[in-house]
């Protein structure tokens, strides 16, 4: 009676490996899909940093 527990070990092992699965899939999507890692939280406010930076960067790199 005291290995009961035992038998929710198994289908709890799957729930997380397939939880790992699923998260790693959609991290290696992303980064495919944009040739970086996604930012974690990021707002309005640090899109348009994002994009002022490239365009500031762009435009110094530009040869004139």
Known sequence: MS?????AVLPLGII??????MGNAQYYI???AHG??????SDMWDVAMERR?????EKL????
Not at 61 to 64: F, L, R
């Open 61 to 64: 790199s530009a040869p004139n």
């Open 53 to 57: 930076d490239k365009k500031l960067i």
């Open 3 to 7: 290995m009961v527990w035992l038998e």
């Open 36 to 41: 970086r890692p996604k930012h974690i939280g």
């Open 30 to 32: 992303h980064k495919a």
């Open 16 to 21: 997380a490996g397939m939880l790992c699965v």
